[in-house]
């Protein structure tokens, strides 16, 4: 089962999100065990606030209403704010509104324990004047209480009804918000809301630039990965990435030394062996002539060994100077077919190979062409059969593919077949194997030519080797 790959971006953000979600869920916690111990202290903000500001509403109006339109007001009120309404006297029974059974930790709050100079001004009901703006807040109380749990609010009013006493006002939810009333959760949701996003907006720029800059850093080690040891980190900064930055482009520079040196001294010992080897053929060729029959067996397999020695050497010698191939060959006009007709004749005159080309030209290094593709070329008739070449031309490309019906190689092979001196398991016996730089000077040669060169495994079985080319001018 593959893993899921989530961006650093993403993985950053995420981890951000983890974090506001634990911030809110350790305020929600708080604030439940704030319910629990009471919710009196709402009571000093706007949920106090709107509580008196309905109580001297009600207080104001029904004072100038008669007593028999008292319930229907109410449940008026009821439907308006999704809040239960009900008045209850001064020994805790209910007057008027929809009936409510009050817990027992809601009656004492029921009753008004205001001294008798506080409680009211008058003795008689009759209509009552607004208070002044400055005048005390009415006692209130909030609490959570009964089975189930449901959200009481109340405050003693200046209404008094006939024959009785001033009245409290009680309002039931079963929810904190009681309908807006107790609690308008819309800012906390929009504040949480303005906070996440200017919270992201402060994050991102931070995110979005160490994000950035490692998607440069993996660009950068990338291609230096493939060979492309002259690839430099431009961008600085001042913290541990721009330490490995630096540590990046110094890498980078001593593999390009290191590279430079090992492909020179590759070289010169490669050079240095072709005199040697020459002269042992030729002294060789002498001893083979004065040879009795019983030696001529030996030396024969003494002459095999010194020409697979000089075959290497030379192929070791052409990936030398494949690297140089732009400062030594001019692009000039090809004509595909005429170029691929050619390696064929080469490499497998008797072969019956099959060629799908149209009329393509292209502007490359003819020579570097020639020897890339001639080498997939012999490759491919050493270690397959039925081979095919196509060639198409597309959006300002050529596209050439050479498929075999081959064994083909491991899948974990595959992108290491473009190695110098790598040969798969099952290909490196001393018949078959060669030397393993066949494509490694096919990559060089057709990246020299601006293309790129892939390979793949067919499916029924073989090989497919995939080079895209420029159709203008290498750049």
Same mark, same amino acid.
């Given at each position: 089962?593959?893993?899921?790959?989530?961006?650093?971006?993403?993985?950053?953000?995420?981890?951000?999100?983890?974090?506001?979600?634990?911030?809110?869920?350790?305020?929600?916690?708080?604030? /439940?065990?704030?319910?629990?111990?009471?919710?009196?202290? =709402?009571?000093?903000?706007?949920?106090?606030?709107?509580?008196?500001?309905?109580?001297?509403?009600?207080?104001?109006?029904?004072?100038?209403?008669?007593?028999?339109?008292?319930?229907?007001?109410?449940?008026?009120?009821?439907?308006?704010?999704?809040?239960?309404?009900?008045?209850?006297?001064?020994?805790?029974?209910?007057?008027?509104?929809?009936?409510?059974?009050? #817990?027992?930790?809601?009656?004492?709050?029921?009753?008004?324990?205001? !001294?008798?100079? %506080?409680?009211?001004?008058?003795?008689?009901?009759?209509?009552?004047?607004?208070?002044?703006?400055?005048? !005390?807040?009415?006692?209130?109380? =909030?609490?959570?209480?009964?089975?189930?749990?449901?959200?009481?609010?109340?405050? +003693?009013?200046?209404?008094?009804?006939?024959?009785?006493?001033?009245?409290?006002?009680?309002?039931?939810?079963?929810?904190?918000?009681?309908?807006?009333?107790?609690?308008?959760?819309?800012?906390?949701?929009?504040?949480?809301?303005?906070?996440?996003?200017?919270?992201?907006?402060?994050? =991102?720029?931070?995110?979005?630039?160490?994000?950035?800059?490692?998607?440069?850093?993996?660009?950068?080690?990338?291609?230096?990965?493939?060979? /492309?040891?002259?690839?430099?980190?431009?961008?600085?900064?001042?913290?541990?990435?721009?330490?490995?930055?630096?540590?990046?482009?110094? =890498?980078?520079?001593?593999?390009?030394?290191?590279?430079?040196?090992?492909?020179?001294?590759?070289?010169?010992?490669? +050079?240095?062996?072709?005199?040697?080897?020459?002269?042992?053929?030729?002294?060789?060729?002498?001893?083979?002539? *004065?040879?009795?029959?019983?030696?001529?067996?030996?030396?024969?397999?003494?002459?095999?060994?010194?020409?697979?020695?000089?075959?290497?050497?030379?192929?070791?010698?052409?990936?030398? &100077?494949?690297?140089?191939?732009?400062?030594? %060959?001019? !692009?000039?006009?090809?004509?595909?077919?005429?170029?691929?007709?050619?390696?064929?004749?080469?490499?497998?005159?008797?072969?019956?190979? /099959?060629?799908?080309?149209?009329?393509? &030209?292209? +502007?490359?290094?003819?020579?570097?062409?020639?020897?890339?593709?001639?080498?997939?070329? *012999?490759?491919?008739?050493?270690?397959?059969?039925?081979?095919?070449?196509?060639?198409?031309? %597309?959006?300002?490309?050529?596209?050439?593919?050479?498929?075999?019906?081959?064994?083909?190689? #491991?899948?974990?092979?595959?992108?290491?077949?473009?190695?110098?001196?790598?040969?798969?398991?099952?290909?490196?016996?001393?018949?078959?194997?060669?030397?393993?730089?066949?494509?490694?000077?096919?990559?060089?040669?057709?990246?020299?030519?601006?293309?790129?060169?892939?390979?793949?495994?067919?499916?029924?079985?073989?090989?497919?080797?995939?080079?895209?080319?420029?159709?203008?001018?290498? *750049?």
């Amino acid at each position: 089962m593959s893993r899921v790959r989530l961006p650093l971006y993403g993985k950053i953000l995420s981890w951000f999100a983890l974090n506001l979600a634990v911030l809110a869920l350790l305020f929600f916690f708080f604030l /439940k065990a704030q319910f629990r111990l009471g919710l009196d202290w =709402m009571l000093s903000g706007e949920p106090g606030d709107r509580i008196s500001a309905i109580g001297e509403t009600i207080t104001f109006e029904f004072s100038r209403l008669a007593e028999s339109e008292w319930p229907a007001r109410l449940s008026d009120y009821d439907q308006k704010h999704g809040v239960t309404f009900g008045l209850f006297n001064n020994q805790g029974q209910q007057v008027f509104g929809k009936n409510i059974t009050p #817990p027992a930790e809601v009656m004492p709050r029921l009753i008004d324990r205001r !001294p008798p100079g %506080e409680q009211l001004n008058r003795r008689q009901p009759g209509p009552v004047s607004k208070r002044p703006a400055d005048a !005390p807040p009415k006692p209130r109380f =909030m609490l959570r209480a009964g089975q189930p749990a449901r959200y009481w609010a109340g405050v +003693h009013l200046d209404l008094v009804p006939q024959g009785g006493t001033a009245l409290t006002l009680v309002m039931v939810s079963d929810t904190i918000s009681g309908g807006g009333l107790f609690l308008d959760l819309w800012p906390w949701l929009a504040l949480a809301a303005a906070a996440l996003v200017l919270s992201a907006l402060l994050w =991102m720029p931070f995110v979005r630039g160490i994000t950035g800059f490692i998607g440069t850093l993996n660009h950068a080690a990338g291609r230096i990965a493939h060979g /492309k040891f002259d690839e430099r980190i431009e961008k600085q900064r001042s913290d541990e990435l721009g330490e490995l930055s630096t540590s990046v482009n110094t =890498m980078a520079a001593q593999l390009g030394d290191y590279m430079r040196e090992q492909k020179r001294i590759t070289a010169d010992v490669a +050079h240095e062996l072709c005199s040697p080897i020459a002269r042992m053929q030729m002294a060789l060729g002498v001893v083979e002539q *004065r040879s009795t029959p019983d030696q001529t067996t030996y030396l024969q397999k003494l002459d095999r060994e010194l020409q697979h020695m000089a075959k290497l050497v030379e192929e070791v010698l052409a990936f030398s &100077k494949a690297e140089t191939i732009p400062d030594r %060959e001019t !692009p000039e006009d090809i004509d595909l077919r005429e170029l691929l007709q050619n390696i064929l004749a080469r490499e497998a005159p008797e072969n019956g190979i /099959k060629l799908e080309i149209g009329d393509i &030209k292209l +502007h490359s290094l003819r020579n570097a062409l020639d020897r890339g593709i001639g080498n997939v070329v *012999r490759n491919a008739i050493r270690y397959a059969k039925d081979l095919e070449i196509t060639a198409k031309a %597309e959006n300002g490309r050529v596209i050439i593919e050479i498929a075999d019906r081959g064994p083909g190689v #491991p899948e974990e092979a595959l992108s290491r077949l473009f190695e110098p001196f790598y040969r798969p398991e099952a290909a490196r016996g001393r018949t078959t194997g060669g030397s393993g730089l066949g494509l490694a000077i096919t990559k060089r040669c057709i990246e020299a030519c601006g293309g790129t060169v892939t390979v793949r495994n067919r499916e029924g079985g073989g090989l497919a080797v995939v080079l895209v080319l420029p159709e203008g001018p290498n *750049r």
